[in-house]
């Protein structure tokens, strides 16, 4: 993949329940308004915000390692967008640390904008997430069993 100094990135995450099965991901779109890259991760029983926050952090440790400097990050989470600006305040303590860790790696970069789109002009990532969970929830049953055949011998 070729280097791009400034990468557009849309982020989602999403969790089915509340708590429930939960995943976060990024799509990453060149100055060209190509797709160069999508990551996205599961991560087991959580929150909403909690993806939501998780989408930010996955975006910002790739886009590091994708030497990017200047990034427009694309959010639907208005909350998000608003509690990494300082407008709203974080008050769960989980959530918190986190925003902590991505102000940190934040800093790191020349320039970050985030901004708050709608969930229509967000689908790519909300496409994978959705992916991600469907994906979880075919595995999970057959994991279930092999995990009781297993305990059983």
Known sequence: MKKEKKLRIFIDGGSRGNPGHG???????????????????YLGRCTNNFAEYNGLRLALAAAGRLG??????????????????GEYKIKDAALAAIMAEVRKTAAGFKKIYISHVPR???KDADKL???????????????????????AL
Request: charged share 35%; hydrophobic share 40%; glycine share 8%.
């Open 120 to 122: 229509g002009k967000n």
């Open 68 to 85: 990017a400097e200047e990034l427009e990050i694309f959010s639907d989470s208005e909350l998000l967008v608003r509690q990494f600006s």
């Open 129 to 151: 997430v959705n992916r991600i969970l469907d994906d979880a929830r075919r595995i999970a049953p057959a994991l279930g069993k092999s995990l009781a055949k297993e305990n």
């Open 23 to 41: 995943a976060c991901a990024a799509v990453f779109f060149g100055t060209d308004g190509d797709i160069l890259r999508e990551e996205g991760k």
